[in-house]
């Protein structure tokens, strides 16, 4: 273990640990130390303090001395030619037309040193503006590029909250800020609410990040699912971090209600999970109910020991209510499993008629599916042989129309003879009936060969052509 102090030489900047030797020291009081540039005034930011040697530097330097009044006067005059300087720099820049914005000089303790602080959009070259300067002020000249936080920092400011900027008053350095932080702090992402003097994010955003952490580990997110102690179950539009709360929206048909809870009253579910079931909101109900329950008790115990009368006889009225409650929902719950007892058995008896409508559906429509089978192959059958006919009747037709005499006509035989009295013989048809051949000789000379051929045809018991080929008769 090791004695150390903590020495800031700006009123804002990092502390750096000196060892005090034997000098009582305490926050506040100047002091003269080593530094890289020569001697340097600093006030002691960290009272003297025991530290492991393994957390310090290799090498800590000594604090030579206590300040005085002639080197409080030193610093009050360095101060006085900083102002000049700044005006001087300020001149030169403009008159070279240098494209940088000076913001602050700073002199050394024993003035060995001027330094100029600038910010620039890129890189500048500024040889010729150090040799003027060196010319002028006849010292070591410095010149050192800065961001927009150094800058803020160096000339200060009023934040957006309305006192002095954390990084002015207070803050040693600075550390990284996202977007991430806003987010998670459940703030506007508008870039004019979360942005400081600096025009980056504020600095602020860092110093409550870890508490929101810790706070958001126990919250819900918007969108998720809440269910209440009566059963209810809605969406969570909103969460409060700090009050640690929900506002829940319950929909019910084209009405919704809005009701803010605390996180430890209501049962959640995740949105990626979905709508909880009636099983899960039953549990969740029954588990709502055995915390409001305790925590009920142990306001009671402690309105009994603090003998607050009216506080006592209000938890009591509550806890009367939740359990007409709870042997509400133990009703409901013993004829909503009677209802679905009966709706079961309901359930069981259309579907056995379902089950017997749909097999006697199915014989019919197997024994209509055969039928139509059966038709369609008739009809298919009729099809095949009118085509086979057709084409069987379409080249005989062919052959007989080659040799002069078409298929189906009778050919009349008038003009190769002479009707004759003669075939009235054979004029009987089958029936017994005698036919007049002199009758139907004027229009057909061809009645008794046609007589002879079906009388021939049915003797021989074959098909007739209807014409005969006998040339002696």
């Not at 034997?22 to 506040?28: K, R, V, Y």
Request: net charge positive.
């Amino acid at each position: 273990m090791k004695k150390i102090v903590g020495v800031r030489f700006r009123h804002t900047g990092k502390s750096y640990y000196y060892d005090p030797g034997d000098m009582e020291l305490s926050i506040g009081t100047g002091v003269i130390v080593q530094s890289g540039d020569g001697k340097e005034y600093g006030k002691v930011s960290i009272p003297p303090m025991e530290m492991e040697e393994e957390k310090l530097p290799a090498i800590i330097k000594q604090i030579l001395r206590i300040a005085t009044e002639d080197d409080k006067r030193i610093v009050a005059e360095n101060r006085e030619k900083e102002e000049e300087a700044f005006w001087i720099c300020k001149e030169k820049i403009r008159d070279l037309s240098l494209p940088m914005k000076l913001i602050h000089a700073e002199y050394t303790f024993e003035r060995n040193k001027l330094l100029f602080y600038f910010t620039a959009d890129g890189r500048v070259d500024f040889r010729e503006l150090v040799r003027v300067l060196a010319s002028v002020f006849r010292t070591r000249i410095e010149l050192r590029q800065v961001g927009v936080r150094d800058e803020t920092k160096l000339m200060g400011g009023i934040g957006i909250c309305g006192r002095e900027l954390c990084c002015t008053t207070y803050l040693s350095g600075f550390v990284p800020v996202s977007i991430k932080m806003a987010k998670e702090q459940n703030l506007s992402l508008n870039p004019s609410k979360i942005s400081g003097v600096c025009g980056r994010l504020m600095c602020c955003l860092a110093h409550e990040e870890e508490v929101y952490e810790y706070l958001n580990q126990t919250l819900p997110k918007s969108g998720d699912y809440a269910t209440n102690v009566e059963g209810r179950t809605g969406v969570i539009r909103s969460v409060n971090i700090l009050k640690q709360s929900v506002l829940v929206i319950f929909e019910d048909g084209d009405t919704r209600e809005m009701k803010e809870y605390a996180v430890s009253d209501v049962g959640l579910t995740p949105r990626r999970m979905g709508v909880p079931s009636p099983e899960e909101v039953e549990k969740m109900q029954a588990e709502l109910e055995e915390t409001l329950r305790a925590k009920m008790e142990e306001e009671i115990a402690q309105a009994i020991e603090d003998g607050n009368e009216v506080e006592y006889t209000h938890l009591k009225r509550e806890v009367d209510e939740l359990n007409v409650f709870e042997e509400g929902r133990k009703q409901n719950r013993d004829s909503g499993k009677r209802a679905d007892r009966s709706k079961n058995r309901k359930n069981t008896q259309n579907q056995s008629v379902d089950e017997e409508d749909s097999r006697n559906n199915s014989r019919h429509g197997q024994r209509s599916r055969s039928q139509s089978q059966n038709t369609n192959r008739r009809q298919q059958s009729k099809k095949r042989d009118g085509g086979r006919n057709q084409e069987s009747g379409k080249g005989l037709s062919k052959k007989r129309s080659q040799s002069g005499k078409p298929y189906g006509k009778k050919q009349s035989r008038t003009n190769d003879r002479k009707p004759s009295h003669s075939l009235k013989r054979n004029s009987e048809d089958g029936r017994g009936r005698t036919q007049n051949p002199s009758k139907h000789s004027h229009r057909e000379g061809n009645t008794d060969s046609k007589k002879r051929s079906n009388v021939s045809g049915h003797r021989n018991g074959g098909y007739s052509r209807g014409y005969r080929t006998d040339r002696n008769s």
